[in-house]
């Protein structure tokens, strides 16, 4: 039904009486009502929009960081792992992303960290890394099932090992965190991002749309002279 015959029922369910339609309803009266069931609709249609893209806008992959143990001592490296979990019902497909630099193709997911004690400023450098772009070959679909990371529902990925991108130079607790950002191309990269996703669904998945966080894990960072 369309939004004017729902206005013009409500109004008609509105105006009735005892079973009786009252026909004699001042014009102004009416207009009135006419206009508040117009911007009630209208509310009702954009909450119920808002609501769809915001369920559009949530990811399915599920990051975690996996740090090979949870007490270092002051300068060590960190070293991790990340795991991508598919807890939705369509396969996700994706290149093998980078892990020491952020990347526009593949894609990234760098590990970083900060102390928890720190609530200002705190300067981390991650290096940039562009390798130009997918390789568009003769056969998509094979390329991406034989190349590309493939996840059923339920399914998981673990990344390579790699260091984190944090000096440990404090005492205390430490947040690690990851961000994975998905395959773009530093030239045109709406025309690439359009490509790699008609490549995926073709193979039958689906590319992630938008950077993902993983929740943050806390390792300790203690003194050596202290660690045993």
């Known amino acids: 039904m369309s939004g004017f015959g729902s206005v013009n029922q409500a109004l008609r369910v509105l105006v009735r009486k005892n079973g009786v339609l009252l026909t004699g309803m001042d014009g102004r009266v009416k207009a009135f009502l006419t206009v508040a069931l117009v911007v009630a609709f209208s509310i009702c249609a954009l909450s119920k929009t808002q609501l769809h893209d915001s369920s559009q806008k949530t990811s399915d992959l599920k990051l975690t960081v996996i740090p090979e143990k949870k007490i270092f001592t002051l300068h060590e490296s960190v070293y991790t792992r990340v795991e991508f979990r598919n807890l939705g019902p369509k396969i996700y497909c994706f290149p093998k992303p980078s892990?020491?630099?952020?990347?526009?193709f593949?894609?990234?997911?760098?590990?970083?960290?900060?102390?928890v004690a720190n609530n200002g400023d705190f300067e981390q450098f991650i290096c940039h890394y562009d390798r130009g772009g997918?390789?568009?070959a003769s056969n998509p679909e094979s390329e991406i099932k034989q190349h590309w990371v493939m996840l059923a529902s339920n399914e998981v990925y673990l990344s390579d090992r790699a260091e984190a991108k944090v000096g440990l130079n404090l005492l205390g607790e430490w947040r690690l965190e990851t961000t994975y950002s998905p395959p773009t191309g530093a030239f045109n990269p709406a025309a690439v991002k359009k490509n790699l996703i008609s490549m995926a669904k073709r193979a039958g998945c689906?590319?992630?749309?938008?950077a993902i966080e993983s929740e943050p894990v806390t390792i300790q960072v203690v003194d050596a002279a202290n660690r045993d």
């Open 99 to 104: 892990r020491d630099c952020t990347n526009d």
């Open 106 to 115: 593949p894609g990234s997911a760098v590990t970083t960290g900060r102390p």
């Open 134 to 136: 997918p390789r568009w």
């Open 206 to 210: 689906i590319l992630p749309q938008a």
